[in-house]
């Protein structure tokens, strides 16, 4: 009976942390990002291109303003080893579409590595020239 009980409260006990990663995470992610530095298929993104981008992140929803602009959904998996986020369109460029990305908060630093083009899930901070993978660094806008 008392292992019952040990068994019962472990599993409350991490059920409990998964649930405060995932909240600490969706809570602190909220918010208006700049890009400092991006590399698409391996090869850098100009200043220029980054300097018109903006990332808002809003309760699940996102918007990402650059010569257009695109809308949509998202969702955190704060327990997955990297941590991963699902971006689905809604409006723009990627209506209709699911990308999988993978990213790491720390702090006011968030990056995020994209599969672009209906590739996998990249499993690494890395974008390689072979491929259409997004790695990007952002930085939270000072209010």
């Known amino acids: 009976m008392k292992i019952k009980t040990l068994l019962s409260i472990l599993a409350l006990a991490s059920m409990t942390t998964f649930a405060a990663e995932k909240s600490a995470d969706a809570k602190n992610?909220?918010?208006t990002?700049?890009?400092?530095?991006?590399?698409l298929g391996g090869r850098p993104m100009a200043d220029e291109v980054l300097k018109i981008i903006?990332?808002?992140?809003?309760?699940?929803n996102y918007e990402v303003t650059?010569?257009?602009?695109?809308?949509?959904?998202?969702?955190?998996d704060a327990a997955a080893k990297?941590?991963?986020i699902d971006i689905t369109g809604t409006e723009g460029p990627n209506v209709g579409k699911k990308i999988p990305a993978i990213y790491e908060l720390d702090g006011e630093t968030l990056r995020i590595c994209y599969g672009f083009g209906g590739g996998p899930r990249p499993t690494e901070f890395k974008s390689r020239s072979d491929t259409q993978v997004f790695l990007v660094t952002y930085k939270r806008k000072k209010v």
């Open 29 to 31: 992610i909220q918010g």
């Open 33 to 39: 990002w700049l890009p400092v530095k991006g590399e």
């Open 54 to 60: 903006t990332l808002k992140l809003d309760g699940g």
């Open 66 to 76: 650059a010569e257009n602009v695109d809308k949509g959904t998202y969702t955190l």
């Open 82 to 84: 990297p941590k991963t």
